[in-house]
């Protein structure tokens, strides 16, 4: 009965404490956020020729204003900087904050490593001299130096994190190296032969067993077991099995293929772009091959599926694929060009444009439909758009994007895109996305990344309020216990 009693006389004590601690942190939570909206936070990195990497902040309000913020900027390389690479977050930990590993590289063959933080900064100080810069400075301890790499023997030409525990790097070296980025130690290497020196135009100066080699681009298949390439002096793209670090096979481009994408006689006819891509009408992958003045789009089965050539006709410099619908794995292909647009196109069956010609034997590939337009001359922007990154933010049909591009003017510009407006229709081109700021790094920029940052810790903020706090003397209370304990003492 004693056991029945004490079982009785605990339950409703111990229920009663947890049930109400609930309601009161519900209770509490809900009204800061809906007073104070939150703002999100962008971490832009760029690199440029003058050697120098530069880290920016750009904090957007609600009402859709962007506040740049510099986080740092020093000389990073001996030489130009040419590609960058953002590692995942770290795995979460209570208490401790996500770091994200960034990776450089330069034509003076090395690979820098540095810790960045995942978490939006609590302070941002206004320089004592405004002379020097009128932008706000960001100082964050724990954005460092980790170390540099010296696996290649030539320029680093691209670089990507397939997950947080390698690292993929190409050169103009011929090879593709693979490091564990646990002790940075080189796990394994991909040597693409040295394609032979044919038919090399008559203005070539390379000395004797000196054509162009190396990689340019590599891309990395979702099954992270497959991946193609593209180098320097060949017209043909290379397959490579990850699983075993063996070359898979080579697609070789055909004469009207290049034709088609605006190669010439007198072109290279060298891929410089490679990227993985879908689209919701089938569950199989794409993947497109960037030349110098179009793109050209191959299906699953490697044959040539339609082709991207931007009108006006334009240099291209970056492309990658963007995901519209999380829901149906729905996505468009982005290009930016030399007369600073960013142009969507969508490579879906249904959406494909087709040519009409009296020979049915030379019959061109059918064209990618063009979507939307984003900055140009129709908006008073001119200058290349030399990278650019698209973030998304949200999911379903509240989805949106941020676009942050980065143009060799020096000019970093954040754009605010909307998902609906990259949905194909059959009206005419749409002029899409609004500037939502401008910052001037007076570098010519070659290469650009950036990452939405989390939301900043609490810790950091108590630890700056407790910095905060000035010294208001000792209260009678603390009197009157001090001399209670050393009359104690005596």
Partial sequence: MAKRKRSSNEEPVVAKPSVSSKKIKASLTPPPQSAKPANITIQIVTGSYDRVLHGITTTITPPGEARFADTFLFDAHASAIRCLALSPPSAPIPNQPQKIILATGSTDERINLYHLSAHAPTKITIPVIPSLTSRPVVENAQNRELGNLQHHSSSITSLYFPTRAKLLSSAEDSIIAVTRTKDWSLLSTIKAPIPKAVGRPSGDTAPTGGAPSGINDFAVHPSMKIMISVGKGEKCMRLWNLVTGKKAGALNFERNILQEVGEGRFSSGEGRKVAWGSTAEADELEFC?????????????????????????????????????????????????????????????????????????????????????????????????????????????????????????????????????????????????????????????????AFVMLPSLETDDEEDEEDDQEFEGFSDGDEEDSDSSSLDSE
């Avoid at 050539?309 to 999380?326: A, G, N, T």
């Avoid at 030399?338 to 969507?344: P, S």
């Avoid at 980065?406 to 500037?435: F, M, P």
């Fill in 289 to 449: 091959v960037g030349f110098e003045r179009g793109v050209m789009v191959f299906g699953n089965d490697s044959k040539p599926k339609c082709k991207v050539i931007p009108e006006p006709r334009s240099k291209i410099h970056q492309l990658c694929y963007v995901l519209i619908d999380d829901t149906k794995d729905d996505q468009v292909m982005a290009v930016s060009t030399e007369d600073a647009r960013i142009l969507f196109y969508s490579t879906r069956t249904e959406d494909l444009v087709v040519s009409s010609t009296k020979d049915s034997k030379d019959a061109p590939l059918p064209s990618a439909k063009l979507i939307a337009q984003l900055g140009g001359k129709s908006v008073g922007i001119t200058g290349r758009i030399k990278d650019f990154k698209i973030l998304p933010i949200g999911s379903g049909a509240s989805r949106s994007f941020f676009v942050v591009t980065g143009g060799s003017d020096g000019t970093v510009r954040v754009w605010n895109l909307s998902a609906s407006d990259l949905l194909a229709h059959n009206g005419e081109v749409k002029q899409v996305g609004g500037i939502l700021g401008t910052c001037e790094t007076n570098n010519r920029i070659t290469c650009l990344t």
